[in-house]
């Protein structure tokens, strides 16, 4: 068994969890993997939580709770190595033929990027980060290891 990172990327689905109701069971099946651990987000990922909550409208209190846990984690943004890493990826998983190289997960393999350009997991509970090339990924999808 290999030792557990102290730090993971959090992808955008288990980070926002308990942010809206919905999302309380996912938060819930994720805790024990995040417990103790630093969590890194992705810029993608906080460009996805601003953009959910104005395209539902958030008030003024949720919008400043979701600032609140924004401004405890550690943002990655985009500069010349994780873009190396982001084009790196998208060839890597065309080669293999793995759905993360489709244009439509442009968002998804940024969160992926991170996470492999900082050698860390990556926590997230979307299936199509599963056997992306060269990805460390934690997740607690049912059937799957």
Known sequence: MTARSAVVVVDTN?????????????????RPLLEGRSFVLSFQTVAELRFGAR??????????????RLDRAHV???GPELLGEYVALRVRCEQAGHALAQSHHDADRWIAATAIRLGV???????????????????????SS
């Open 121 to 143: 997991p990556l926590v997230s509970h979307d299936a199509v980060f599963k056997g992306a090339p060269g990805l460390l990924l934690e997740h607690a999808l049912a059937g």
């Open 76 to 78: 990655v943004w985009a």
């Open 55 to 68: 395209r539902q409208g958030w008030g003024t209190r949720r919008l400043d709770r979701l600032d609140e």
């Open 14 to 30: 288990v980070f926002g969890a308990d942010l809206v109701r919905r999302g309380a069971p996912l938060a819930t099946l994720y």
